[in-house]
């Protein structure tokens, strides 16, 4: 008898980074289960299938409660078990926080914090219960910076930082990793999806999608708990945020984002 393939489960898999990490699960062997909040993710699952796989495409906003519940009774039908997971769905946006619209905050906390946290209590519980998993969170280099003209951006990529790091701690007695990937500014549909395509961290030279995700997901099968992709300035920079003041790492964040 044949064994069974992996599952794994990629959300804002659309696009970016997302994408690029169900490929990589693919062409592993891995059986995917791909979500996102737009019908672009049903042409990408039909592009995922041709490493031969079966592809399953959700289209969900997971900043709804009900849509994280329909999408992991999805994962998991006919007692599928998840063996691996990256929860990367995020957005965010530029522009001082008393200037922004309060719905458009609260859709980047109910996204990145709410949706990451329900969909996480789910993946790690069953994980957890069979003793096995791995589960990739996409962070930001920005979550070591106060966001000035990215104020609750940056604060929801800290909480997945911060939670991300205690799960590791939580579970050290267990066989289930947890790894964070932390990007620099990538080329992706992400700024001008949030609207900053004119800001100059719009504008400058980005970091490749693909040579990220490979990044994150080495990490991951490695069991490694963080890695900060992907180019060389990237991980400069994350070196550097380690020891600039915060004053210093606010104001270089406004002058990049406004």
């Known amino acids: ?43 990408c699952a039909e592009k995922l299938r041709a ?3 079966e592809v399953r495409a959700e289209q969900v906003d997971l900043r709804k409660p009900d849509d994280v519940d329909r999408l992991y009774r999805s994962v998991t039908e006919n007692g599928r078990r998840l063996d691996a997971a990256a929860l990367n769905a995020g957005t965010g946006g530029g522009g001082r926080f008393v200037d922004r619209g309060l ?36 962070s930001s280099l920005v979550a070591t910076m106060p966001g000035s003209h990215q104020t609750v951006y940056n604060a929801s990529k800290s909480f997945v930082q911060s939670f991300a790091e205690a799960l590791q701690d939580e579970l ?3 066989d ?8 620099g500014a990538t080329e992706t ?3 001008r999806r949030v ?16 040579k990220v995700a490979k990044q994150g997901y080495d990490a991951l099968m490695r069991g490694e708990k963080k890695v ?11 070196l550097m945020n380690k020891f600039l003041p915060d004053s210093v790492k606010a104001a270089s964040n406004r002058l990049i984002s406004r």
Not at 107 to 117: F, M, P, S, V
Not at 176 to 182: A, H, K, N
């Open 195 to 210: 609207g900053m395509p004119d800001t100059l961290v719009g504008r400058i030279p980005k970091d490749d999608p693909g």
């Open 103 to 138: 719905e458009e905050d609260l859709n980047t906390i109910d996204l990145n914090i709410r949706g990451t946290t329900h969909l996480a209590k789910f993946v790690l519980q069953d994980m957890v219960s069979a003793n096995s998993g791995k589960v990739l969170f996409t």
């Open 172 to 174: 050290r007695d267990t």
């Open 228 to 238: 900060v992709a992907s180019s060389p300035l990237s991980k400069g920079m994350g």
């Open 1 to 43: 008898m044949a064994q069974a393939r992996p599952l794994a489960l990629v959300t804002g898999a659309s696009s970016g980074i997302g994408f690029e990490l169900a490929k990589l699960f693919a062409d592993d062997g891995y059986d995917l289960v791909v979500a996102a909040d737009d019908d672009a993710i049903h042409a």
């Open 51 to 53: 490493s031969g796989g």
């Open 189 to 191: 549909n992400f700024f």
């Open 176 to 183: 289930v990793t947890i790894t964070v990937l932390m990007p």
